[in-house]
C-alpha cells in the first residue's frame, strides 16, 4: 500500500507538534513507538480514522464554525524552532535528532506547503478545533484535526464555561471528550520545571 503523502505530511507535522508540546515523559517513552507507527502506511491512515470516529458524534451536535485560518506553511517554522529549543532544554539535542526534525520537517513542507490549519468554534463540546488541509489538484481536503494548540501557536486556554462543559460530558470509561486539567490545579511552587499540558 502507498502512503497518501499529505496524510504522511500531516503525521510528520503532528509529530513535531507532540515534541514540542507533549510530556517529556510520554516523548521518551514512545518515541520510538511513534516513530514505527509513522512508517508504517496503514498505522497513519488507522489513526486518521479512528480520531476522526472518535469526534463524529460529538461534532454533530457542537454546532462548529471557522474562525480563522493559518498557512501551514507559516506554521511549520514555529513548530520546528519551538522543539529545537525544548529538546536543547530537555537535554535531548542531539545530531540524529536534529536529523529526525529535519526530516519530519522536510516531510510536513511537501505535503501541506499549500495547506491551512483552520480554527474552528462550537457552542457544545469540544468548544475548539483546529481543521488542517492540503492542497489536492484545485480543491483543500481536510488531512487531521487537533482538538488543541498550545500558546506559542496562537492557541489558547479554554474559557470556564468549557471547561465545565468537557467535565460534564466526560463520563467514566468515555473516550469522547477530553481529559482537563484546570490551571492552578497543581501547586507548582515545588516543582522546579513547567507543568506540561497533555
Same mark, same amino acid.
Given at each position: 500500500m502507498t502512503r497518501d503523502p499529505k496524510q504522511g505530511s500531516w503525521d510528520a507535522f503532528a509529530l513535531l507538534h507532540w515534541l514540542g508540546a507533549g510530556s517529556p515523559t510520554s516523548i521518551l517513552q514512545a518515541l520510538r513507538r511513534e516513530l514505527e507507527h509513522h512508517r508504517d502506511a496503514y498505522a497513519v491512515q488507522d489513526r486518521f480514522v479512528v480520531l476522526t470516529a472518535r469526534y463524529r458524534e460529538p461534532l454533530r451536535g457542537a454546532e462548529?464554525?471557522?474562525?480563522?485560518?493559518?498557512?501551514?506553511?507559516?506554521?511549520?517554522? +514555529?513548530?520546528?524552532?519551538?522543539?529545537?529549543? +525544548?529538546?536543547?532544554?530537555?537535554?535531548?539535542? +542531539?545530531?540524529?535528532?536534529?536529523?529526525?526534525?529535519?526530516?519530519?520537517?522536510?516531510?510536513?513542507?511537501?505535503?501541506?506547503?499549500?495547506?491551512?490549519?483552520?480554527?474552528?468554534?462550537?457552542?457544545?463540546?469540544?468548544?475548539?478545533?483546529?481543521?488542517?488541509?492540503?492542497?489536492?489538484?484545485? +480543491?483543500?481536503?481536510?488531512?487531521g484535526m487537533l482538538t488543541s494548540l498550545p500558546t506559542w501557536l496562537d492557541g489558547g486556554p479554554l474559557a470556564d464555561e468549557h471547561v465545565e462543559g468537557r467535565l460534564r460530558n466526560r463520563t467514566v470509561g468515555s473516550t469522547t471528550t477530553l481529559g482537563v486539567i484546570r490551571e492552578g490545579t497543581v501547586d507548582t511552587r515545588w516543582i522546579p520545571i513547567p507543568i506540561e499540558e497533555f
Open positions: 462548529c464554525q471557522p474562525e480563522s485560518a493559518t498557512p501551514l506553511a507559516a506554521l511549520l517554522p +514555529r513548530v520546528v524552532s519551538r522543539v529545537q529549543t +525544548r529538546m536543547k532544554d530537555l537535554g535531548l539535542w +542531539r545530531s540524529d535528532f536534529e536529523q529526525l526534525v529535519t526530516a519530519l520537517a522536510s516531510e510536513a513542507e511537501d505535503g501541506l506547503s499549500d495547506g491551512w490549519l483552520v480554527h474552528m468554534t462550537c457552542f457544545g463540546d469540544p468548544y475548539e478545533i483546529w481543521v488542517a488541509t492540503a492542497k489536492e489538484d484545485e +480543491r483543500q481536503v481536510v488531512v
